[in-house]
């Protein structure tokens, strides 16, 4: 509706209702995280936790409200039917863009469990969202490196068991934990340093979603891969407020779980942790070709500003 406006003038409008929309919901998040974790009962916890889950959606729809007002966005998706509310999912996705989640949230909200990210440790000081994900019990990981680990060996496994704990509350009630494999944002420089075998993709980490089947494989109704690709270019967060993404393209499909790798210890197993990449190598071949198919049939348009 007010996409005819100028891109600075909608972006500020946009940035204005996204932060209007965050101090609105989070207080409210807050005030009930903030009893949690006085009355750390269980029964306690998952009744709040009954409260809480719909207050994130609602916060969520406003966001899709927003954007609706803003932007001009022609959205090609397919494979959202048949999905549960009241089921439990692992989503995996390719990593782009901080509108990523954004998409994400915006297509799946209330069509599956609310959307819970492992994050990096980092991230819970960001003003007024790093409290908002921990009220809502989004994991943080510190995802050290290996020469960290090294000189720090103490250190090693922290990031498993922060997985685990977070999956024994995820087991609780219908939950939806959300993956990228990849473990950061995709960039031309990445993908170089890393000499990726994949195209569009980087590296896939397997250790976390082997450790979250693991904990929670029985659970799952099904693994979610969602491939997103952006016909006119990877946006930046700024050039999505100011409504600048005109063509998003997702595809959504249900995988069965493999049931022969949900039991195993990936850290400490060799045959294991190989049987499990090779699996997720398998997948990544697969969704690279899926977005080799998507440039082609979506090109992009003559006029658009970005690579």
């Known amino acids: 509706m007010l996409n005819f406006l100028p891109p600075l003038l909608l972006g500020v409008i946009a940035s204005a209702l996204l932060l209007l929309n965050i101090l609105f919901w989070v207080p409210i998040l807050w005030v009930l995280a903030l009893i949690k974790l006085v009355l750390p009962l269980r029964a306690v916890r998952k009744q709040l936790d009954i409260l809480i889950l719909p207050l994130a959606e609602c916060w969520i729809a406003c966001n899709s409200g927003w954007m609706r007002l803003t932007q001009r966005t022609e959205w090609d998706v397919d494979g959202l039917e048949g999905l549960d509310h009241g089921s439990w999912y692992m989503v995996n996705s390719n990593h782009q863009s901080w509108v990523d989640i954004f998409a994400l949230q915006h297509l799946l909200n209330r069509r599956i469990p609310l959307l819970k990210f492992f994050l990096k440790q980092e991230l819970i000081w960001v003003p007024i969202m790093g409290l908002a994900w921990w009220a809502l019990e989004f994991p943080f990981m510190r995802r050290h490196s290996e020469e960290y680990l090294r000189k720090h060996p103490e250190m090693r496994g922290k990031d498993q068991e922060t997985t685990r ?18 473990g950061t944002r995709f960039t031309a420089a990445k993908h170089a340093k890393q000499q990726s075998p994949y195209q569009y993709l980087l590296k896939p980490k397997a250790g976390g979603l082997a450790l ?6 029985s659970k799952f109704q099904s693994i979610l891969d969602v491939t997103i690709y952006y016909p006119d270019g990877i946006p930046t967060f700024w050039e999505f407020l100011c409504g600048k993404v005109h063509r998003v393209v997702v595809r959504v499909r249900s995988i069965p779980l493999p049931q022969h790798l ?46």
Request: glycine share 4%; hydrophobic share 45%.
């Open 212 to 217: 979250a089947l693991q904990a929670m494989g």
């Open 165 to 182: 704990k977070a999956c024994e509350k995820f087991s609780l009630i219908p939950t939806s934990v959300m993956n990228f494999l990849e």
């Open 262 to 307: 949900l039991s195993g210890d990936y850290g400490q197993d060799p045959a294991f942790r190989a049987a499990f990449s090779a699996w997720v190598a398998e997948l990544w071949r697969e969704k690279d070709a899926q977005l080799a198919a998507l440039h082609l049939s979506h090109p992009a348009a003559a006029s658009s500003p970005r690579p």
